[in-house]
């Protein structure tokens, strides 16, 4: 299992890339989760990624040893607009070069569509899925596909429902613990579903968040307004069940598999994020690596 970092905290702060590798070293991690990044993969948009950067990056690895174990493109994959879906395919496949180009063989990934239009966007979504597959089972690419808040599906077993209906060893499942409560409608129950994934779980994201079902938890202004809130918070600084998850895990065997990832992914509290990021990854590492 590899123990990666989401550096999104870092670029956010204006870093270079030198700098955001150089960091994520100093703070022990070996492996680098890129998230979208204006210079290497944005948000929604095509790729950017010039020479210039990817030798920068590159260079900057060599130096610290550290490696990219996956990247994060995030685009309109699944519509529900017909226009917006097709760009989405050809950013996916320049997203894919670029991954060849920097030696990483894992891409994860949300759904990407609109909860007001399930159907439509499941729809759209295995439009998408069917026409990259070939290409990612051609070029040894793997796909970890995570639902997400405010997605067309934000339900964890219906999403491997989705991801094991492909049937390929290319398309895989990730659980992020800090969209708990949204898998499952506020009920919170990591082992159950982690079980559910089985095999077909190859990554999971670690950092904690509250329960946005309870009353209060979160207030929205206007009521019913059209939108979800979570956070990526330090273990025990939420309310999931890190017990349950880390016990179920082990059962899996997740940390002892070469090909299984756990990223730290915390946003919110920068000023700290050296204290809490050193600390997320020596508990992962002491919960399913016994180091």
Request: hydrophobic residues 35%.
């Amino acid at each position: 299992m590899k123990i990666a970092f989401d550096p999104d905290v870092l670029f956010k702060q204006n870093m270079s890339v030198t700098q955001m590798v150089h960091q994520v070293a100093d703070w022990g991690f070996k492996y680098i989760e890129q998230s979208p990044h204006p210079q290497i993969l944005p948000f929604y948009k095509h790729p950017k990624a010039s020479k210039e950067i990817i030798k920068e990056y590159k260079d900057a690895l060599r130096e610290t040893g550290v490696e990219i174990s996956s990247l994060i493109p995030i685009y309109r994959w699944s519509g529900p607009d017909e226009e917006r879906r097709k760009a989405a395919v050809c950013n996916w496949k320049r997203a894919i070069e670029i991954a060849i180009e920097l030696d990483v063989n894992v891409i994860n990934t949300e759904l990407s569509g609109d909860p007001n239009q399930p159907e439509i966007c499941e729809e759209m979504w295995y439009r998408s899925i069917e026409e990259l597959l070939p290409i990612l089972e051609r070029e040894g690419i793997r796909v970890d596909i995570q639902s997400h808040p405010y997605d067309f599906c934000e339900n964890s077993n219906e999403t491997v429902d989705m991801v094991k209906s492909l049937r390929s060893d290319n398309v895989k499942y990730l659980y992020c613990a800090a969209h708990t409560f949204f898998y499952d409608n506020g009920i919170g129950d990591v082992k159950k579903m982690l079980a559910y994934a089985g095999d077909d779980l190859s990554h999971v994201i670690v950092a904690d968040t509250m329960n946005h079902t309870k009353d209060c938890r979160y207030i929205l202004n206007p009521p019913g307004v059209d939108a979800t809130i979570h956070q990526h918070l330090g273990i025990g600084e939420g309310e999931v069940d890190f017990d349950a998850f880390f016990e179920q895990l082990r059962s899996m065997n997740f940390g002892k598999m070469e090909d299984t990832i756990a990223s730290v992914s915390l946003f919110g509290y920068p000023e700290r994020m050296s204290c809490i990021a050193q600390e997320t990854r020596k508990i992962i590492s002491k919960e399913l690596l016994n180091s």
